[in-house]
């Protein structure tokens, strides 16, 4: 099945400790993107990537850091996890960067940082 | 700045009746725009594209209207069920490969 897959669901943490929420798609496609979600507010992009090893901000890239070491997997990386930074996270994919093409999400990641 | 807007407030529908919902942008020229549906807890997926030199574009029961005058998009529902409720986001492509997102309308298709 088509699908972009994010791990883990749900996650409580504190502030400083570092951790990665993990985004896998197994659509060969070659755009990736990660977006946080906060109530009120419309989708917001943390990062993006273009293709393997090719990765760029987005508007609210700050706190975060992300790789493209392989075309299927684009982990996203707090560094130090702030309260601010609690929010529901969308990873997602689409088969080229020209956003002609539909994007195709994650089931999100529900994070709070204590 | 780049603005898009929509209803933030929830929109209830009778079954039956069409549904209407309106995604209204400014200080943008989109080349094209997207509407997707997102139910609780789950991620956006993908409904239709409409391109700014289409007036319109249907696909079953869903219409997408994009007037570039008017700066609007109108997505609507014709026949309305209860299993359409859901919150309906629109985006815009922006100009370095990155999509402006509304912050949706929640609609409640009452049986």
């Known amino acids: 099945e088509a699908q972009v897959t994010q791990n883990p669901r749900y996650l409580i943490t504190v502030t400083g400790k570092k951790l990665t929420v993990t985004c896998s798609q197994n659509?060969?496609?070659?755009?990736m993107s990660w977006y946080r979600q906060d109530p009120g507010l419309g989708l917001r992009q943390i990062y993006y990537?273009?293709?393997?090893?090719?990765?760029d901000k987005g508007d609210v890239p700050e706190g975060y850091k992300v790789s493209r070491k392989e075309k299927r997997n684009f982990p996203l990386i707090l560094e130090s996890p702030s309260p601010n930074q609690t929010s529901l996270y969308f990873c997602?994919?689409?088969?080229?960067?020209?956003?002609?093409?539909?994007?195709?999400f994650g089931p999100g990641t529900r994070l709070t940082v204590l | 700045s780049q603005k898009i807007e929509q209803n933030s407030e929830a929109l209830n529908i009778q079954e039956g009746k069409t549904a209407t919902l309106t995604c209204n942008y400014t200080n943008y020229s989109p080349a094209y725009l997207q509407w997707y549906r997102q139910d609780p807890g789950r991620g956006p997926v993908f409904l239709l594209l409409?391109?700014?030199n289409e007036k319109e574009k249907r696909k079953e029961r869903l219409k997408v209207t994009f007037d570039t005058t008017l700066k609007q998009s109108l997505f609507h529902i014709t026949a309305s069920q209860p299993a359409d409720s859901a919150t309906y986001l629109c985006a815009l492509r922006a100009s370095n490969y990155q999509l402006i997102w509304g912050a949706g309308t929640k609609l409640i298709i009452k049986p």
């Open positions: 990537s273009m293709n393997v090893e090719v990765t």
């Open positions: 659509m060969n496609h070659e755009y």
């Open positions: 409409i391109r700014e």
């Open positions: 997602a994919s689409s088969l080229f960067g020209g956003n002609l093409n539909e994007q195709f």
